[in-house]
């Protein structure tokens, strides 16, 4: 066992967390295609009733050739209806404009899990008793 250097170990500046960011950058960049300094774009969408309340909406960022949807949610009322179905396609299509890869996503056994499968994502890890008592889905479709 390689024995530890001793440390001083504190909490992280916001100068220290950019520093920390950027080191890790600097070393992707001479594996292969990280562009630095990008920021991720937003792919957020609602859709709203007759009355503009929001009644459907999708959280998404476009980042390196990857989309992730954050959060797709959908009124109790308006559940099977092909909204969530609508707003992932749209979020679909506008990263296969950025030339995104891949889009990847997370989800719990209660949520929506065969709902993205329907979509035409695979689970690529299961993360047990997350929370207590619940697995956690991770879900990946290439583009």
Same mark, same amino acid.
């Given at each position: 066992?390689?024995?530890?250097?001793?440390?001083?170990?504190?909490?992280?500046?916001?100068d220290?967390?950019?520093?920390?960011?950027?080191?890790?950058?600097?070393?992707?960049?001479?594996?292969?295609?990280?562009?630095?300094?990008?920021?991720? &774009?937003? #792919?957020?969408?609602?859709?709203?009733?007759?009355?503009? @309340?929001?009644? !459907?909406? +999708?959280?998404? %960022?476009?980042?390196?050739?990857?989309?992730?949807?954050?959060?797709?949610?959908?009124?109790?009322?308006?559940?099977?209806?092909?909204l969530? &179905?609508? #707003?992932?396609e749209?979020?679909?299509?506008?990263?296969? @404009?950025?030339? !995104?890869? +891949?889009?990847? %996503?997370?989800?719990?056994?209660?949520?929506?899990?065969?709902?993205?499968?329907?979509?035409?994502?695979?689970?690529?890890?299961?993360?047990?008793?997350?929370p207590?008592?619940?697995?956690?889905?991770?879900?990946? @479709?290439?583009?």
């Amino acid at each position: 066992m390689t024995k530890m250097m001793p440390a001083n170990i504190t909490a992280s500046s916001e100068d220290e967390i950019k520093f920390i960011e950027n080191a890790l950058i600097i070393f992707n960049e001479k594996i292969g295609p990280f562009p630095s300094g990008e920021v991720p &774009k937003p #792919l957020n969408f609602v859709i709203k009733d007759s009355e503009d @309340k929001i009644i !459907a909406g +999708i959280n998404a %960022l476009f980042y390196r050739f990857i989309a992730y949807v954050d959060v797709l949610w959908v009124d109790e009322s308006y559940r099977g209806k092909g909204l969530g &179905k609508a #707003l992932y396609e749209k979020v679909e299509e506008e990263a296969q @404009k950025l030339e !995104a890869k +891949i889009i990847h %996503l997370e989800t719990l056994e209660f949520q929506a899990k065969d709902f993205y499968i329907k979509l035409g994502f695979e689970v690529y890890g299961i993360l047990e008793d997350f929370p207590p008592g619940h697995t956690k889905y991770s879900l990946k @479709k290439k583009l």
